[in-house]
């Protein structure tokens, strides 16, 4: 249960009480914060939280430019040959949760799955203005506490990863930028989770999602973690960088975070820099889906370097590669769309 303080501070918050906070970075924003996108009106509902934490099968989801709009996701499953189940997408901390987003993944038989960065516009690494100590103080409350009530608004599971990549040095909610330290992260994530159960958005599905080892500069995930109780899946990003196996950049993470959880891993970003080892190290990516107990599926990082990528990503760029996606797609039994609706085949 959150203590008293919490929940009069919500309610002071919810009345538009005490000062406003600059929740942009662009200059001061009102109490209530801003304004969210309606939802198209008809919505079928769908199923609990529970329903989606543990898939009958495996999650396919891709990450496109434009998602979640329909062009890009029908591109991705022509080229798959598969409809994904999963739509990433991402925001930043100057922007409203977007119902009409969240309602278009679901209309095209996808669970939404938002990655939203406490940063503004600028990709500088270093932004105080939005320092992991602010956060868990309490400046950005307002933002938060209507983000959440929006999210609420949807009646619909909406995926939640928070602050992704943390143990790596190229965000600003890394401990070691923008005047974070050690055991900010934790303090940050817990009181946002804390924020939305005292609003009672608690059809979230909270995801935590640390950058592969590689890289990292040897940075212990154990002191990342907000603990069980505040995370549904792990997530891990990887990608291949030239390596002939998914197993060799992924598995040193999953038996690191083995020893301190068990909850169901999603890979929320891979792909594989193009060049001879693509084709292969894609098809060791589905046979390493298989092989591996707890990982319930991935999302496919599907940009170009136009996009976003630090690489063309893209496996459809490649015959050989995009062959093997389909005959990988075609080895896993894919999970399902556990919600009663229409959803594409």
Request: proline share 7%.
């Amino acid at each position: 249960m959150l203590a008293l303080g919490l929940v009069l501070t919500l309610a002071a918050c919810s009345s538009g009480a005490g000062d406003a906070h600059d929740i942009t970075g662009h200059g001061s924003a009102s109490a209530s914060g801003p304004t969210a996108k309606p939802s198209p009106s008809g919505r079928t509902a769908t199923l609990s939280k529970a329903a989606y934490l543990l898939p009958h099968g495996s999650y396919f989801g891709v990450a496109t430019f434009h998602a979640p709009a329909r062009a890009t996701t029908d591109a991705a499953a022509a080229a798959a040959g598969r409809h994904p189940r999963i739509l990433e997408y991402y925001q930043g901390w100057d922007e409203p949760f977007s119902a009409e987003d969240a309602e278009l993944s679901y209309e095209q038989g996808a669970l939404p799955l938002v990655t939203w960065e406490p940063q503004g516009r600028s990709r500088a690494a270093d932004q105080p203005q939005y320092s992991l100590k602010k956060i868990a103080s309490g400046a950005f409350d307002a933002y938060i506490i209507t983000f959440a009530r929006q999210v609420k608004a949807t009646g619909q599971p909406v995926v939640l990863r928070f602050a992704h990549e943390m143990n790596g040095d190229w965000y600003p909610w890394s401990e070691q930028h923008s005047g974070n330290s050690p055991g900010d992260y934790v303090r940050a994530w817990r009181h946002v989770h804390d924020l939305f159960q005292a609003v009672g958005s608690t059809q979230v599905i909270w995801v935590w999602s640390p950058n592969v080892l590689r890289g990292t500069k040897n940075v212990a995930l154990e002191p990342l973690y907000p603990g069980d109780q505040y995370v549904d899946w792990i997530g891990i990003d990887g990608y291949g960088f030239g390596e002939k196996t998914a197993g060799e950049v992924l598995q040193p993470t999953v038996d690191t975070v083995r020893r301190f959880s068990r909850k169901p891993i999603l890979l929320t970003e891979t792909g594989s820099a193009p060049g001879p080892q693509q084709a292969g190290w894609t098809a060791d990516l589905f046979r390493w889906i298989k092989s591996t107990p707890n990982v319930i599926g991935f999302v496919w990082f599907q940009h170009s370097q136009d996009e976003g990528g630090q690489y063309d990503y893209r496996f459809d760029i490649d015959p050989r590669t995009r062959a093997a996606f389909r005959q990988g797609l075609e080895s896993l039994a894919l999970s399902p769309w556990p919600v009663t609706r229409q959803a594409p085949q």
